[in-house]
């Protein structure tokens, strides 16, 4: 059982930076492949980045290439996303998941595929 927390979001100014960080509990999370989703209202779900347990394989949506950053510190049991350059369209909440057992960069795209997530934390860009 793994449980996952983030925090990091708030309110920026669009072009501003935030760093998320998703941070997990229960044994075995350095074998987890994690990812980051988000959600605005009225929408579905959408895959924003993923990371495998090793940090040597990414996925990242082609909306937020060049713009976000994922990366993980295995021995703290968090993953981060580093969001630079925010747009208005990045506003939304934001959760991590993580799914233990082999990473798949076509599978990693999906929510379905993640056993576990977070409760979410609010990211707002203002103009």
């Known amino acids: 059982q793994v449980q996952l927390v983030e925090s990091g979001g708030g309110l920026v100014q669009a072009g501003g930076s935030l760093r998320l960080s998703c941070l997990a509990s229960g044994r075995n999370f350095p074998s987890y492949a994690v990812g980051w989703f988000r959600q605005a209202p009225g929408k579905e779900r959408e895959f924003v980045s993923a990371?495998?347990?090793?940090?040597?394989?990414?996925a990242a949506a082609n909306s937020v290439k060049g713009r976000f950053t994922i990366s993980r510190d295995n021995a703290k049991s968090s993953v981060y996303l580093q969001m630079s350059s925010l747009k208005l369209e990045d506003t939304a909440v934001y959760y991590c998941?993580?799914?233990?057992?082999?990473?798949?960069?076509?599978?990693?795209?999906?929510?379905?595929?993640?056993?576990?997530w977070g409760q979410g934390t609010q990211v707002t860009v203002s103009s």
């Open positions: 998941a993580a799914r233990s057992g082999v990473y798949n960069p076509s599978n990693a795209r999906r929510p379905s595929w993640y056993e576990y």
């Open positions: 990371i495998s347990w090793t940090g040597g394989n990414i």
